[in-house]
């Protein structure tokens, strides 16, 4: 297994940081190399950008603005930790990645020029496979409520009509390329995500490695 990039996006509160966490803990238990990030961030300089984008009303008013900064960060992350993980055999899980600028900006703005930009963000990088943690939103935003982050940030204080646009637009973005994308019930308890994820990601994968169960 090597050099795999694998992406796992959904709403606020779906369980993503959840799962990432759980399915890197498996994978390194059977010795793989994992590296382990996630979106906006992942470098100091998309970490700053991430720090503007969830502190600044006015950068979630423009989608464009939006795209852009997401891009930047995105390509910095890209540039310095996934491509070089990637080269190096690793497996890379990215808690969210360009489905989200495509989920969250894509009633925002013109489709042609969001897949312009998400283009250069990701230097033409694709997910070789997406987890989509699917559950209404105001199930993720309660789960997101209850978690002890202080201050809600600008995404999460968005309207319910918006996060139901989101996920209508993660659904369509599966369903047009079910090659890629692996639908998952996130309303379902952690540890049964937690086997379904296991058991694509071997079928997928580890076909034939037998990691001694089942
Ligand atoms: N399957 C599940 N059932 C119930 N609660 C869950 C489940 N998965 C995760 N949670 C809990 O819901 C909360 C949100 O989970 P998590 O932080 O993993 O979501 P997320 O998708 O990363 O959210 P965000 O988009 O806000 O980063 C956490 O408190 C987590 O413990
Ligand atoms: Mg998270």
């Known amino acids: 297994m090597r050099g795999v990039f694998i992406t796992f996006e959904g709403g606020e509160g779906a369980g993503k940081s959840t799962q990432v966490r759980r399915l890197a803990l498996l994978l390194e238990s059977y010795g793989l190399s994992v590296t382990v990030t996630r979106e906006p961030g992942g470098t100091p300089l998309a970490e700053a950008i991430r720090g503007l984008i969830l ?16 891009a930047a960060a995105r390509r910095d992350h890209v540039l310095r930790v996934i491509r070089p993980a990637l080269a190096a055999g690793h497996i890379v899980l990215c808690d969210r990645f360009a489905d989200s600028t495509r989920a969250y900006q894509g009633s925002k703005m013109p489709e042609a020029e969001l897949e312009q930009v998400i283009a ?56 047009a390329e079910p090659a890629r994308f692996v639908h998952i019930d996130a309303s379902r308890d952690e540890a049964h995500v937690a086997e379904t ?15 001694g169960e089942r």
């Open 120 to 175: 250069l963000g990701t230097d033409g990088l694709k997910p070789d496979l997406t987890f989509l943690l699917d559950l209404p939103p105001e199930v993720g935003l309660e789960r997101a409520r209850s978690r002890f982050t202080g201050v809600e940030d600008t995404f999460e204080r968005s309207n319910l009509g918006f996060h139901r646009e989101v996920r209508r637009r993660f659904l369509a973005l599966a369903e």
């Open 55 to 70: 502190t600044h009303e006015a950068a979630s008013e423009d989608g464009l603005t939006q795209a852009l900064l997401f």
């Open 197 to 211: 994820i296991r058991s694509v990601v071997r079928a997928k994968f580890m076909a034939g490695q037998g990691d």
